[in-house]
């Protein structure tokens, strides 16, 4: 009656009601179905709402599907799924039929309105149902749908659509109707409706398996998507298409590589959103690394060359013409292209980016450095050079070493005025790279040393800590990084002393990534002293952490355990426990009156004068951490013990 009164608020009131009964009855319905309160016919009033025309009426009732096809799931019984089996695919007979857009719709499907949204979680419904289904069957079944007849487009658009979430999840080895599919999407004439090649083209783009497993398709497939990334309603869809096929063809993409390289660069006269010709990009990273080797070094010179081009440009432009000078786009093709290229060199060979190595420090290199000098102060635009230095460093190896030296400078010099975190990332990156080269030590020594003064400087302000999480996060990560490659470096240091000072007081720190690190330092900090590589300098440095905890270890379990206690959330416990437990190995007897002399230095009672905490309590977790023989029991005697103060 509320739907023959088109009587819109009755009739979504109706469908809550029905959606609770099956989210209330779901366990009975899983395990009993079609018994007592088990009854399917609570289903059927589900599906008497997603047969009402206006979408917003099935949609309230999607989480009860996601649940259900949860359970199922789990349970993986085949009788059970095929009593629910012809439930959801009247479900998806109907999902497909509320997908379609009106016949008047002009132009492609928007994805952004509430409509678009509406279709995406449609979309992810029926990849987690397909199963019930059997994804071959219903791919089938949507397939012969088009064939009958001449459907309108909008019943067209809709079917690809849905063809589209389970492309992927169908195993492309002997299936005939997906091969048919392609050839037939691939066939489409340009006269059809907008909305419909831009949805096959999507379709294809899921389908790169089935491209990559019948090569003979690649080059009507490739004529297909170009003409899409030619019109620009049809270019992103048709990019990101690409991107796919070059992912999982590349071995098959090689021999169309020149192809690419000249979509690379001309990338700017199509109409693509950033992040879609970043992705073209990375395809064509990804399709560069399977090029015979001689090849690559030339290649790789040329895909970078045309983003180096064009930061040059934005470099050498007046910034009071009005045009924009964001170097952030070219920013970010290089690093696409920088982190993708990985290619597999045997032992003996010649590095193909050796070539290139040279180029980033006489040709990429400069324009970076101006590039970082010209937005020093620009957080944004600093990180994206940072980003961009971190994966040409990565992607070349030990060869960047020449490229150290003046990055380093230049590194130190911006900070002194500008201290963004990213440049301490980048720090880590280069002693992750070059910290276990002994020519290389000195001067990075010298990078930590001039990077923690404006470092400490900014942390010494009121809250600088707590203000200043990723600062944290990424300076002692880049210590971290010292004590996994050079310990013995850092060991004898004089910043040593400053660093180990601001640990402590950083244990305090309610923040997940930077406590983490600050935590994760410190444990391998100790561990250092207690791990034998088989490295000659272990007692060096067994003796220099012996001094560091001499001075310092009373300090820092008294700290640990009042962190504990007050200031931190209990999932950071357990990385509080690895550096106790890593302190207990290294000598267990000192360790012992160090947690006896900090478990006495707790206040006893709170400040309304109860008693907090009693003797035996103290007594007996003494006893359960330094009894412990494995990590996780001193974490656990941790949860007890903080959980009396709470």
């Not at 994805?111 to 678009?116: A, K, L, N, V």
């Not at 895909?303 to 432009?317: D, G, I, P, R, Y």
């Not at 402590?504 to 034998?532: E, P, W």
């Not at 412990?628 to 005697?637: G, L, M, R, T, Y």
Request: charged fraction near 20%.
């Amino acid at each position: 009656m509320a739907v023959a009164r088109e009587d819109m608020d009755k009739v979504l009131n109706y469908c809550r009601m029905f959606t609770e009964l099956c989210e209330t009855f779901l366990e009975k319905i899983v395990s009993t179905p079609g018994h007592e309160l088990g009854d399917l016919r609570t289903l059927d009033l589900l599906l008497i709402c997603a047969g009402h025309p206006q979408y917003e009426v099935v949609e309230i009732s999607f989480n009860f599907w996601y649940r259900l096809g949860e359970h199922l799931y789990k349970i993986n019984d085949a009788v059970l799924h095929s009593i629910f089996k012809p439930y959801i695919q009247r479900l998806l007979h109907a999902l497909a039929r509320h997908c379609q857009l009106d016949p008047d719709h002009e132009g492609v499907p928007e994805e952004t309105d509430d409509f678009g949204e509406f279709r995406m979680r449609v979309s992810d419904l029926v990849k987690d149902l397909i199963f019930l289904v059997g994804s071959v069957e219903c791919f089938a079944q949507l397939y012969s749908t088009l064939k009958e007849g001449n459907p309108p487009w909008e019943v067209t658009e809709a079917v690809l659509f849905i063809m589209a979430s389970i492309a992927k999840s169908i195993d492309p080895e002997k299936n005939p109707t997906l091969i048919e599919v392609l050839e037939g999407v691939v066939r489409l004439p340009e006269s059809v409706h907008l909305a419909v090649r831009y949805t096959s083209i999507e379709l294809v783009g899921e389908m790169s398996e089935v491209v990559d497993r019948n090569p003979q398709f690649l080059d009507p497939v490739l004529t297909y998507l170009m003409k899409g990334l030619c019109q620009p309603a049809l270019a992103s869809p048709s990019a990101k298409a690409i991107q796919n096929i070059c992912s999982v063809c590349r071995d098959h993409m090689a021999q169309h590589f020149s192809g690419l390289l000249g979509i690379a660069k001309s990338l700017d006269s199509f109409t693509l959103p950033p992040e879609a010709s970043v992705g073209l990009l990375k395809g064509t990273a990804l399709v560069l690394t399977r090029l015979p080797l001689d090849k690559i070094s030339e290649c790789l010179s040329e895909l970078c060359s045309v983003q180096v081009e064009s930061l040059k440009k934005l470099l050498s432009q007046d910034p009071n013409n009005g045009i924009s000078s964001d170097p952030t786009l070219f920013l970010d093709r290089l690093a696409v292209i920088f982190r993708h290229t990985a290619p597999t060199v045997e032992n003996g060979q010649t590095h193909p980016c050796q070539r290139v190595i040279q180029e980033v420090s006489t040709k990429i290199w400069p324009v970076m450095s101006e590039t970082l000098n010209k937005h020093r102060a620009d957080n944004r635009i600093v990180e994206r050079c940072c980003r961009c230095l971190r994966f040409a460093v990565r992607c070349v190896g030990k060869g960047s070493a020449a490229l150290l030296q003046p990055l380093v400078t230049q590194m130190v010099n911006v900070y002194q005025m500008h201290q963004h975190s990213c440049f301490l990332y980048l720090g880590s990156i280069l002693v992750d790279e070059y910290g276990m080269e002994e020519g290389c030590q000195q001067g990075l020594l010298d990078m930590l040393q001039a990077l923690c003064v404006p470092t400490f400087q900014l942390l010494e302000h009121p809250n600088g800590l707590r203000n200043h999480p990723d600062t944290v996060d990424d300076m002692f990560r880049l210590l971290t990084r010292f004590i996994q490659r050079c310990p013995v470096v850092l060991l004898r240091s004089q910043v040593l002393v400053h660093v180990l000072q601001w640990a402590i007081a950083a244990t305090t720190l309610d923040h997940r990534d930077a406590n983490c690190s600050v935590m994760k330092f410190l444990r391998d900090l100790v561990h250092a002293g207690v791990s034998n590589d088989h490295e000659e300098n272990f007692e060096v440095r067994k003796d220099l952490i012996q001094q560091v905890l001499n001075q310092f270890g009373q300090q820092l379990i008294s700290q640990l355990l009042h962190s504990c206690c007050f200031c931190l959330p209990p999932y950071t416990l357990p990385d509080v426990a690895e550096v106790i437990w890593e302190i207990m190995i290294f000598d267990r007897p000192t360790f012992c009156r160090w947690l006896e002399t900090s478990l006495k230095s707790l206040p006893k009672e709170m400040s309304g004068g109860a008693i907090t905490v009693t003797h035996k309590q103290l007594t007996d977790f003494h006893k359960q951490v330094t009894s412990a023989e494995e990590c996780k029991q001193v974490c656990w005697a941790l949860r007890d013990f903080t959980r009396l103060f709470r």
